[in-house]
């Protein structure tokens, strides 16, 4: 894990700017998340925070840890379900710089089946040509990437083709995902203020819950169903 995390490091141009990175009100690494329009401010703490430069401009990019595997899934941000991670960008992008991914990390040494690359981040790169060669110098080489971008068979050094499974926001569609992130972190504080609480988790949610014995919806009656939406495309943002 350790290894792979020094690997990608040196196939990057991207360097750490902070570990653990707190933000919220006083002394902390970087300011509140600010909810428009609502009066909450979003405390927290960043796993990791890596940045560059290119093409004139600062770039930043979020790894969020995790022990277990975790998908990034548009239909859960969609559905108001994994705002977390693009939050975090919400945060460095109110500081002042640009988004350049968002990923989850898997913390694992051990694997339940051989995976061809168990460390591949998970999460949106930015469709820069400049920020996908700062992210992995060896990106467009042939050699498979960390990244979750994925190159087609046609492809060459010079002339790359991405496969349509490539996870690739556009400059806009980062700054589109992360206001929709945050009108929906607006309408959960609205809820909670206006007193709702009704049950209706999203499926999955009580899988680990160490309440079931007590809970009125132990049989899982009502649960939520996924969307299947995405965050862009038809019927998109």
């Keep these: 894990f350790l290894t792979?995390?020094?690997?990608?490091?040196l196939r990057s141009e991207f360097s750490n700017l902070a570990v653990e990175a707190e933000f919220g009100m006083g002394d902390r690494t970087f300011p509140a998340a600010e909810i428009p329009g609502s009066p909450v401010r979003l405390h927290g703490k960043i796993d990791r925070v890596d940045v560059a430069e290119a093409d004139g401009h600062r770039f930043a990019r979020v790894i969020d840890y995790k022990s277990g595997r975790s998908e990034f899934s548009q239909t859960a941000v969609r559905d108001g379900v994994k705002l977390q991670?693009?939050?975090?960008?919400c945060v460095l992008r109110a500081a002042g710089w640009r988004p350049a991914g968002a990923y989850y990390?898997?913390?694992r040494d051990?694997?339940?089946?051989?995976?061809?690359?168990?460390?591949?981040?998970?999460?949106?790169?930015?469709?820069?040509?400049?920020?996908?060669?700062a992210s992995?110098?060896?990106?467009?080489?042939?050699?498979?990437?960390?990244?979750?971008?994925?190159?087609?068979?046609?492809?060459?050094?010079?002339?790359?083709v991405l496969s349509a499974r490539?996870?690739?926001?556009t400059p806009e569609q980062f700054d589109r995902a992360l206001d929709?992130?945050?009108?929906k972190a607006k309408e959960g504080v609205d809820a909670v203020l206006a007193g709702q609480a009704e049950i209706s988790p999203y499926r999955g949610a009580c899988a680990y819950c160490e309440f079931k014995g007590i809970c009125q919806n132990y049989k899982g009656e009502h649960l939520r169903a996924p969307s299947?939406?995405?965050?862009?495309?038809?019927?998109?943002i």
């Design 4 to 9: 792979e995390i020094g690997r990608q490091f």
């Design 85 to 89: 991670l693009l939050i975090y960008l």
């Design 105 to 107: 990390f898997p913390v």
């Design 110 to 133: 051990r694997f339940d089946r051989p995976e061809k690359n168990p460390y591949r981040l998970q999460g949106p790169t930015l469709w820069e040509f400049s920020v996908l060669k």
């Design 136 to 160: 992995d110098r060896e990106i467009f080489s042939g050699e498979e990437s960390f990244l979750p971008v994925y190159l087609k068979k046609e492809s060459t050094p010079d002339q790359p």
């Design 166 to 169: 490539s996870a690739l926001f």
């Design 180 to 183: 929709f992130v945050l009108e």
């Design 228 to 236: 299947g939406k995405k965050l862009f495309g038809e019927d998109g």
